[in-house]
């Protein structure tokens, strides 16, 4: 029987930088780095050199992302998380974004609530505490409570390794289909005598 866990006894949860105007400025005075919701999609984001500057002036900085953060949208109907792997420079977010850290005591990776989060039983979850308003949100007091399944270590590595496999089956079934559009597309025009 695999246990079930709570998440705040397993993980530290946050929210984003609260910004009382625009979040994002052209200005790269800031220096500090800006992820929006709209930039959180299921995989990692390592490379920080595309994202917007934050509109903040670097003393006012409350919220930096670490390295191994996992990112979660709370407002909208995405349910898609993303995990940070970090950069050279500082990287807040919104606070429509929650920050997940697994505890130190080893009990959950970073990888197997990925997985979780990004998977059909974590999209249950999530619909199950979203709220029904015109923009749809999660709050961080209902993340918090959530249960979720924690399987030994080794169960939770051999998850994230069929996880990890499925996803690079995925980009690349996601490639065949756009290079048969992008073929298919050709010979019709081709055919239609405009090639």
């Known amino acids: 029987m695999v246990a079930t866990e709570v998440l705040s006894h397993i993980a530290h949860v946050s929210l984003g930088q609260?910004?009382?105007?625009?979040?994002?400025?052209?200005?790269?005075?800031?220096?500090?780095?800006?992820?929006q919701i709209k930039d959180v999609r299921e995989g990692e984001l390592s490379d920080i050199n595309t994202l917007p500057?934050?509109?903040?002036?670097?003393?006012?900085?409350?919220?930096?992302?670490?390295?191994?953060?996992?990112?979660?949208?709370l407002r909208g109907t995405?349910?898609?998380?993303?995990?940070?792997?970090?950069?050279?420079?500082?990287?807040?977010?919104?606070?429509?974004?929650?920050?997940?850290?697994p505890k130190q005591d080893g009990r959950?990776?970073?990888?197997?609530l990925h997985w979780f989060f990004n998977s059909a039983m974590g999209s249950v979850v999530l619909?199950?505490?979203?709220?029904?308003?015109?923009?749809?949100?999660?709050?961080?007091?209902?993340l918090?409570?959530?249960?979720?399944?924690?399987?030994?270590?080794?169960?939770?590595?051999k998850i994230?390794?069929?996880?990890?496999?499925?996803?690079?089956?995925?980009?690349a079934l996601h490639d065949l289909i756009l290079n048969g559009e992008k073929l298919m597309a050709s010979v019709a025009q081709e055919m239609l005598g405009g090639g």
Do not use: H
């Not at 500057?53 to 949208?73: E, F, H, N, R, T």
């Not at 959950?108 to 197997?112: A, D, I, P, R, T």
């Not at 979203?130 to 209902?142: D, E, F, G, H, W």
């Open 53 to 73: 500057y934050a509109d903040i002036q670097p003393s006012k900085l409350k919220v930096k992302l670490l390295k191994g953060d996992l990112l979660l949208p």
């Open 18 to 35: 609260t910004f009382r105007e625009r979040a994002e400025t052209d200005s790269p005075e800031s220096g500090v780095r800006l992820i």
């Open 160 to 171: 994230v390794a069929i996880y990890c496999n499925w996803c690079v089956q995925k980009k």
């Open 108 to 112: 959950v990776k970073l990888e197997y």
């Open 127 to 142: 619909e199950s505490i979203r709220t029904a308003a015109s923009i749809p949100n999660i709050s961080i007091k209902n």
């Open 78 to 101: 995405r349910t898609e998380a993303m995990m940070f792997r970090g950069g050279s420079c500082d990287v807040t977010t919104t606070n429509q974004v929650a920050i997940i850290r």
């Open 144 to 157: 918090l409570a959530i249960s979720l399944p924690v399987p030994s270590l080794e169960d939770q590595e």
